[in-house]
T-cell receptor
Framework: DAKTTQPNSMESNEEEPVHLPCNHS???????IHWYRQLPSQGPEYVIH???SNVNNRMASLAIAEDRKSSTLILHRATLRDAAVYYC???????????????FGGGTRLMVKP | DTGVSQDPRHKITKRGQNVTFRCDPI?????LYWYRQTLGQGPEFLTY????????KSRLLSDRFSAERPKGSFSTLEIQRTEQGDSAMYLC??????????????FGPGTRLTVL
């Protein structure tokens, strides 16, 4: 699987937008870009995913660079409940290795200040 | 609650003892995964079931570890002769059928194992 690179940690103020970057320069044409987050003492939870176009859902937006070598998860108004570790993960669209298990990196720890 | 459940949530055991964890996936999900997470690290894949068949095992899964999913419903993960290095959070996840590249996985709250 192609690798992703994320900053170890980021800080944000409450109610301000947060942009979490992810580099994936070796992404293949069939890789989806997924984001999961893990709140303290909980299992990871799905946030959003995309292939080529920018995506929006109730939790966040995903902006994907035109060359797909990087992406940015956008939280429009950070709340204290958004403090978590955010993982950027690539998943092949078709290849069924181990049922497409998730390969987590270290993620970005987001701290939200009141 | 129709999410993934895991039992127990916490387990403290002495080195050398056997422990067993249970995972109940979302009922219509035929794919089930076990991951292990140590402090400060992201989760690492351990094993994968499609229905009752165990189709993939990570090299992390030593001979002391065994997982089952009888009847393709709940799953158990057993660790025999526990070692202090087994201390970790054990996470279970499930997903529905279809190409895996797009479908999300749903995680349980995990079982935190402490081996003294």
């Amino acid at each position: 699987d192609a690798k992703t690179t994320q900053p170890n940690s980021m800080e944000s103020n409450e109610e301000e937008p947060v942009h979490l970057p992810c580099n994936h320069s070796t992404i293949s044409g069939t890789d989806y870009i997924h984001w999961y987050r893990q709140l303290p003492s909980q299992g990871p939870e799905y946030v959003i995913h995309g292939l080529t176009s920018n995506v929006n859902n109730r939790m966040a937006s995903l902006a994907i660079a035109e060359d797909r070598k990087s992406s940015t998860l956008i939280l429009h108004r950070a709340t204290l409940r958004d403090a978590a570790v955010y993982y950027c993960i690539l998943r092949d669209r078709f290849y069924n290795n181990a049922g497409n298990m998730l390969t987590f990196g270290g993620g970005t720890r987001l701290m939200v200040k009141p | 609650d129709t999410g993934v459940s895991q039992d127990p949530r916490h387990k403290i055991t002495k080195r050398g003892q056997n422990v067993t964890f249970r995972c109940d996936p979302i009922s219509e999900h035929n794919r089930l995964y076990w991951y292990r997470q140590t402090l400060g690290q992201g989760p690492e894949f351990l094993t994968y079931f499609q229905n009752e068949a165990q189709l993939e095992k990570s090299r992390l899964l030593s001979d002391r570890f065994s997982a089952e999913r009888p009847k393709g419903s709940f799953s158990t993960l057993e660790i025999q002769r526990t070692e202090q290095g087994d201390s970790a959070m054990y996470l279970c996840a499930s997903r529905g059928p279809g190409a895996g590249g797009e479908n999300e996985q749903f995680f349980g709250p995990g079982t935190r194992l402490t081996v003294l």
